[in-house]
């Protein structure tokens, strides 16, 4: 069996709703807290997802709320799970691979995590970044959870979509911080930020997390 074929069932086995293949050579986003030369040891990419229940976004309106913070927690948690062991499955291969947390950052003052997983998505042809600064998957818009492994296991890239959200305004006028723009380089990541820190406080849910967006990004 072919490393493309293998990858394929493994990802279907573990229940993953989407992945993909990315070139890490395109990878243009800084990794933090990892030395740069990883793209060259690890050259593939393999972004994967799991899509969010429509029920339980449909129930953030206003705002997070209790169900969908735990529905957000299970999903990075089995994400993390599955890098774990895709990983493991990788190296008995006799290849290397790295996987990382689907939500941690490690530079708080800038919001980051060791690798965009969003980019990661983005050039492994699962979706684009959307006016909501999100990966916004054709099928599935924004309501989905990813995660990353890097390897030297020769896998075929996939190409990153050429596409985008189009006319769709729909997370503008929801967004309560009024960060999302009409032009998406304008994103208000400071606006945002402080928002779901209000939102964190206010409801007493101990993480930082919105959802309004994502519950009416529908890809599209």
């Known amino acids: 069996m072919d490393n493309d074929t293998w ?14 293949v990315g070139r890490m050579a395109e990878y243009d986003k800084e990794l933090v807290g990892i030395d740069s030369s990883v793209k060259e040891r690890l050259p593939f990419a393999i972004s994967f997802g799991l899509v969010l229940s429509k029920s339980v976004i ?7 709320n209790v169900l969908y913070l735990h529905h957000y927690r ?18 008995k291969k006799g290849y290397q691979a790295m996987p990382f947390p689907a939500s941690q950052l490690v530079d708080w003052r ?10 990661v998505g983005e050039i492994s042809g699962l979706g684009w970044i959307g006016r909501n600064n999100l990966l916004v998957h054709p099928l599935f818009g924004a309501r989905a959870r ?5 390897t030297d296991m020769p896998l075929t890239p996939h190409e990153p979509l050429q596409t985008g959200c189009g006319e769709c305004r729909a997370c503008i006028g929801v967004c309560p911080a009024g960060a999302i723009k009409d032009d998406r380089s304008e994103f208000d990541h400071m606006g945002c930020f402080s928002m779901i820190t209000q939102l964190k406080n206010k409801r007493n849910l101990g993480h930082h997390i919105c959802g309004i967006c ?6 599209q």
């Not at 449909?58 to 997070?64: F, I, K, L, S, W």
């Open 214 to 219: 994502i519950a009416v990004c529908q890809g």
């Open 146 to 150: 990813y995660n990353t492994v890097l």
């Open 74 to 91: 299970q999903a990075n948690y089995r994400l993390d799970m599955v890098a774990y062991l895709l990983s493991k499955e990788i190296e």
């Open 58 to 64: 449909g129930t953030v309106e206003d705002g997070p």
């Open 7 to 20: 990858l394929k069932e493994y990802c279907e086995q573990e229940g993953l709703d989407v992945f993909g």
């Open 110 to 119: 800038n919001q980051k995590g060791h690798i965009c997983h969003k980019r």
